[in-house]
T-cell receptor, first 115, second 112 residues
């Protein structure tokens, strides 16, 4: 059973470009969480999705950031018009159920560098 | 608002010593608490999950305790090894959707 997969592992974008980060959950998991780790800061929750639904996006910046988890395919975190402050490691985690009974399994992360 | 704190921020011990890592949280109304390990440039590896109804969990050399009333969890690692060198993170779940609120982590170095 493959773990949570994220790609790309490293992404370099110039200011103003778009960044697309992909997350494929573990097999059988239909719940995805995205977290961001800014340099010298802890991990912060961004968004929680189920297939075709955004359940909680309370941690997402109000502008330029969006997330989706379509019926088929990976979950996508999209950052439009990136700025240097978006440089961070972005992690996704998956769970078989969106409840508190199950562990979240993390992917290796995508390290975004904005130049 | 839940605040999760880990003290100390860094810890260095000689090989063979037991490690004691502390995690405190301000809101005792947690659903569970999870301990992770993070190696440099890597993702997070789940170590132990303690439900709010439990007082401890054990896996091999690892033991984690949970005291909701005092807002504390402690991770014990017995007989530390250089391979245990990593950053250890605790995270509390305070809503029914399971989203994690993380501490800043304790960076551990085990010297041979």
């Amino acid at each position: 059973n493959a773990g949570v997969m994220q790609n790309p592992r490293h992404l370099v974008r110039r200011r103003g470009q778009e960044a697309r980060l992909r997350c494929s959950p573990m097999k059988g998991h239909s719940h995805v969480y995205w977290y961001r780790q800014l340099p010298e800061e802890g991990l912060k929750f961004m968004v929680y999705l189920q297939k075709e639904n955004i359940i909680d996006e309370s941690g997402m910046p109000k502008e330029r950031f969006s997330a989706e988890f379509p019926k088929e395919g990976p979950s996508i975190l999209r950052i439009q018009q990136v700025v240097r402050g978006d440089s961070a490691a972005y992690f996704c985690a998956s769970s078989p159920r969106g409840t508190t009974l199950y562990e979240q399994y993390f992917g290796p992360g995508t390290r975004l560098t904005v130049t | 608002k839940q605040e999760v704190t880990q003290i100390p921020a860094a810890l260095s011990v000689p090989e063979g010593e037991n490690l004691v890592l502390n995690c405190s949280f301000t809101d005792s109304a947690i659903y569970n608490l999870q301990w992770f390990r993070q190696d440099p440039g890597k993702g997070l590896t789940s170590l132990l999950l303690i439900q709010s109804s439990q007082r401890e969990q054990t896996s091999g050399r690892l033991n984690a305790s949970l005291d909701k009333s005092s807002g504390r969890s402690t991770l014990y690692i017995a007989a530390s090894q250089p391979g245990d060198s990593a950053t250890y993170l605790c995270a509390a779940v305070t809503d029914s959707w399971g989203k994690l609120q993380f501490g800043a982590g304790t960076q551990v170095v085990v010297t041979p």
